[in-house]
């Protein structure tokens, strides 16, 4: 197995720290998790395709302690379970020189991102390319204290407001390319996490971020293995 492809799986749902609890479902042929952030306004989905190993559900409680303990490794590892009856109990990790074991969490105590019961139209499509994704983040760097975007439309296109308000601020204004859109609302979320999220995917070469009048956006990645979808939830009080 290859350590750097699974450090990559968890780069797309750990995100910098958001997200440090999930369940990885092993079927045999590929990983897959569902994730949510603590304030739940990120919420999200991942697939690994291309990966052998045994059928399972692994309660991973503390992401950060494992991501620890696979810097301990050389490239090549090899990864086995171990079961206490029908339980998995921990996750041993081996190279050819040593070997590190990981304690697994039940998986009660791990919280179950809920299903989206509806998802919305989405008005606005934008065309998320390198530049974009580069530009945000430096961005995002040079406004630090500053947490949120804002999606603003006119008859003219679409921009994307780090550090938007109705009075004189700092800010940077991105105007971008669009697939589609109609004229909505200004809508704001997170740029912190979009800004992880955009990170954890940068080796993506295009992909588009849907926006929805009603407080919803989506985005998703897929890059060689990967398939990385997020939904981001509007914030109310920009």
């Known amino acids: 197995m290859n350590k750097h492809s699974l450090n990559r799986f968890i780069e797309k749902y750990y995100l910098g720290g958001n997200c440090s609890s999930v369940v990885i479902k092993s079927d045999g042929d590929k990983l897959s998790t569902r994730f949510i952030t603590g304030d739940k306004n990120l919420l999200g989905e991942l697939t690994m395709s291309d990966w052998k190993f045994d059928a399972a559900d ?7 302690q494992l991501v620890k ?4 490794m050389s490239e090549n590892i090899s990864m086995d379970l171990t079961k206490a009856g029908d339980k998995v109990v921990s996750l041993k990790i081996s190279d050819s020189a040593s070997d590190v074991n990981y304690m697994l ?3 009660s105590v791990i919280n179950t991102p809920p299903k989206l019961k509806q998802i919305p139209e989405f008005e606005v499509k934008i065309k998320v390319d390198k530049s974009f994704m ?14 949120n975007f804002t ?3 006119d008859d003219k296109g679409v921009k994307v407001v780090i550090g938007y308000a109705e009075i004189n601020t ?13 004229k909505i609302d200004h809508v704001s979320f997170n740029a912190n996490l979009f800004r992880d999220v955009l990170v954890a995917n940068k080796e993506c070469e295009s992909a588009t971020l849907e926006v929805s ?26």
């Open 58 to 64: 692994l309660g991973v409680y503390n992401t950060e």
């Open 69 to 72: 303990l696979l810097s301990v």
């Open 105 to 107: 969490s039940d998986l």
């Open 134 to 147: 580069r530009k945000f983040v430096a961005g995002k760097g040079a406004l630090a204290d500053t947490d």
């Open 151 to 153: 999606v603003l439309t």
């Open 170 to 182: 700092n800010r940077v204004t991105l105007p971008v390319e669009t697939e589609s859109y109609d």
């Open 213 to 238: 009048s009603g407080g919803l956006a989506r985005i998703n990645f897929k890059i060689d293995e990967y398939d990385a979808t997020y939904y981001l939830v509007a914030e109310q009080d920009v």
